[in-house]
Nanobody
Framework: QVQLVESGGGSVQAGGSLRLSCSASGLKYNTYCMGWFRQVAGKEREGVAFLYTGGGNSTYYGDSVKDRFEISQDNAKNTVLLKMNSLKPEDTAAYYC??????????????????????WGQGTQVTVSS
């Protein structure tokens, strides 16, 4: 059974930084597209950042977080990290780790929509105050 467990959320002032961690267990395959969505109550889930654990150094970011957030992986710990810098109040949301067992780009199409992902964590809250 696949489990994704997030940690590292919390409260921070605008301009500050936080690092989220997603630890994966029970994965059947060696490579996955893994990353982060976020959601504000009453709004749709938004893709934040993704990478393919099979290598190639390809990462994908939502427009609102480009140049501020950085996603990376720790293969030894089966963990994906999200370093969030220059945080803004509009980054306040519940952040969810997600994974699916394919590449992040399939047949030329980015497989980064909410419906593409099979596995989800419980979420961790990030609150940025002004």
């Amino acid at each position: 059974q696949v489990q994704l467990v997030e940690s590292g959320g919390g409260s921070v002032q605008a301009g500050g930084s936080l690092r989220l961690s997603c630890s994966a267990s029970g994965l059947k395959y060696n490579t996955y597209c893994m990353g982060w969505f976020r959601q504000v109550a009453g709004k749709e889930r938004e893709g934040v950042a993704f990478l393919y654990t099979g290598g190639g150094n390809s990462t994908y970011y939502g427009d609102s977080v480009k140049d501020r957030f950085e996603i990376s992986q720790d293969n030894a710990k089966n963990t994906v990290l999200l370093k969030m810098n220059s945080l803004k109040p509009e980054d306040t949301a519940a952040y969810y780790c997600a994974a699916h067992s394919f590449d992040c780009v399939i047949g030329g199409r980015a497989a980064l929509r909410e419906g593409d992902f099979s596995y989800w964590g419980q979420g961790t809250q990030v609150t940025v105050s002004s």
